[in-house]
């Protein structure tokens, strides 16, 4: 497609439920990235994808977060028993290249509300 | 390990003065930087990015940063502010990496652009 595009746009989750996230990135993007934004705050590196390898997961805060991306297009984070704490925007975000210097182009986000 | 600041979490200028939004890095290796913008509920926009050429970059909607490895900055200008250009801008950096390995972007806390008519 003409760019990343995430679904849902807005999402509201009462405590303890599992949710997923979907990312679409740019086609033939090599590169996929997850980030949290906190309101008010810029966004932090969740994980990292090499077309279906996961190769850094560093960033993700706890064992209750799960990502990915099975055919080297599609990604998913999913958020099991979610905690008020998880409330933020999650950015994806994808590059045609498996370097880190040239840019990336994120998607509009999913905002998700856990009440 | 790298980290970014922005010096300032709010910048307000009127219409047609001249914009500058601060940005100072540390990173253990030579870095690339970028400049985003955030308008509301919209995704990031990548204005204008560093990767070792010239010091002196140029971005889109007339925009330009200036990396000062001396200095460590990269601070963001631009001649004439426009109504438009009012958003959240993020000053970035990354480890120069030429073929993956770890780390992400890291983002700077944004500074908020307020243009006054």
């Known amino acids: 497609g003409a760019g990343v595009s995430q679904s849902p746009r807005y999402k509201v989750a009462k405590r303890g439920q599992d949710v997923a996230l979907r990312c679409d990135p740019i086609?033939?993007?090599?590169?996929l990235f997850w980030y949290q934004q906190a309101l008010g705050q810029g966004p932090e590196f969740l994980t990292y994808?090499?077309?279906?390898?996961?190769?850094?997961k560093s960033g993700l805060p706890s064992d209750r977060f799960f990502a990915e991306r099975p055919e080297g297009s599609v990604s998913t984070l999913k958020i099991q028993r979610t905690q008020q704490e998880d409330s933020a925007v999650y950015l994806c975000?994808?590059?045609?290249?498996?370097?880190?210097?040239?840019?990336?182009?994120f998607g509009s986000g999913t905002r998700l509300t856990v009440v | 390990a790298q980290s970014v600041t922005q010096l300032d979490s709010h910048v307000s200028v009127s219409e047609g003065t001249p914009v500058l939004l601060r940005c100072n890095y540390s990173?253990?290796?030579?870095?690339?930087l970028f400049w985003y913008v955030q308008h509301p509920n919209k995704g990031l926009q990548l204005l204008l990015k560093?990767?070792?050429?010239?010091?002196l970059v140029k971005g889109i909607n007339g925009f330009e940063a200036e990396f000062k490895k001396s200095e460590t900055s990269f601070h963001l200008t631009k001649p004439s502010a426009h109504m438009s250009d009012a958003a959240e801008y993020f000053c970035?950096?990354?480890?120069?990496?030429?073929?993956?390995?770890?780390?992400?972007?890291?983002f700077g806390k944004g500074t908020h652009l307020i243009i006054q008519p």
């Open positions: 560093y990767t070792s050429a010239a010091t």
């Open positions: 975000a994808s590059s045609l290249f498996s370097d880190r210097v040239h840019g990336y182009t």
């Open positions: 990173s253990s290796y030579s870095p690339s």
């Open positions: 994808f090499q077309n279906e390898a996961q190769l850094d």
């Open positions: 970035v950096v990354t480890p120069y990496d030429s073929g993956g390995g770890a780390d992400g972007l890291t």
């Open positions: 086609s033939g993007h090599v590169s």
